[in-house]
């Protein structure tokens, strides 16, 4: 049986970076999550996506990518989080953003949507 390690880059959407940074690095690492939603995060990036159609993923996402990104150069780490919150397409876009004006390339990007019900709610309130 293939044995893999993930560790836990974050907790909450405010987390610290710095134990992620040396995770990727030492941690010897197969995949890293960074868990950032809570029902008051998602309503508040749901909020953010209402007034601005680019926004409403965690604020601290391009910090973070910032530094994710070049500490992974070279690592075999995969990254599994949940900070598009209620916008991942354009947290995808902004890592890709993110990586290319880092030159770094490679990088593999993928967003995971389906789950906004906003749309469905004026008929199922009929």
């Given at each position: 049986?293939?044995?893999?390690?993930?560790?836990?880059?974050?907790?909450?959407?405010?987390?610290?970076?710095?134990?992620?940074?040396?995770?990727?690095?030492?941690?010897?690492?197969?995949?890293?999550?960074?868990?950032?939603?809570?029902?008051?995060?998602?309503?508040?990036?749901?909020?953010?996506?209402m007034?601005?159609?680019?926004?409403?993923?965690?604020d601290?996402?391009?910090?973070?990518?910032?530094?994710?990104?070049?500490a992974?150069?070279?690592?075999?780490?995969?990254?599994?989080?949940?900070?598009?919150?209620?916008?991942?397409?354009?947290?995808?876009?902004?890592?890709?953003?993110?990586?290319?004006?880092?030159?770094?390339?490679?990088?593999?990007?993928?967003?995971?949507?389906?789950?906004?019900?906003?749309?469905?709610?004026?008929?199922?309130?009929?």
């Amino acid at each position: 049986m293939r044995k893999i390690r993930i560790g836990s880059g974050a907790g909450f959407a405010g987390d610290r970076i710095d134990p992620a940074i040396d995770l990727i690095k030492y941690g010897n690492l197969d995949y890293i999550g960074f868990e950032c939603l809570a029902e008051r995060t998602i309503a508040l990036a749901v909020r953010q996506k209402m007034n601005n159609p680019d926004e409403g993923y965690n604020d601290l996402l391009e910090e973070r990518f910032r530094l994710i990104l070049p500490a992974m150069q070279g690592s075999k780490v995969k990254i599994i989080t949940n900070m598009g919150a209620a916008n991942p397409q354009a947290a995808a876009a902004k890592v890709a953003e993110i990586a290319r004006s880092l030159n770094i390339s490679g990088v593999r990007i993928a967003a995971v949507t389906g789950d906004d019900v906003l749309a469905l709610l004026p008929r199922m309130l009929e």
